[in-house]
């Protein structure tokens, strides 16, 4: 199926991004969670790791680049700030986090590129 909107767009591509993370042996803790701050797309465990992940999908013929080059530094910053308010909120200790992204690209013929898991992305 095709998405329509950018928001369809969106949620596919973050399921996607799930079942990857899933495959890969990751625990997820929570999709698009939010507080004051804004929204991270995918919290996950992954052995002794919390994980925060981006999750960006882009139409081939997006005019802002790739799904991998929107994740720019203002939006690194912005997913280090959430990161620390979910720590801060759901751990006594600093747990060892580390912060991931996953591009996925829509081809012309409405399916997707598989998953690009960038580790340690930023």
Known sequence: MKPDTRK????FGEEMAVQHLQTVGHRILERNWRCA????DIISEHEDTL???????RRPTGTFGTA????????????????????????????????DAIAIQLKEDGTFHSPQHYVSAF
């Open 8 to 11: 369809q767009l969106g949620k």
């Open 51 to 57: 994980i925060f992940t981006e999750v960006r999908t």
């Open 37 to 40: 701050s804004g929204e991270i």
């Open 68 to 99: 991998a080059e929107s994740i720019h530094a203002r939006k690194q910053r912005k997913v280090r700030e959430i990161a620390a308010v979910y720590v801060h909120r759901h751990y006594s200790h600093m747990p060892r986090i580390r912060f």
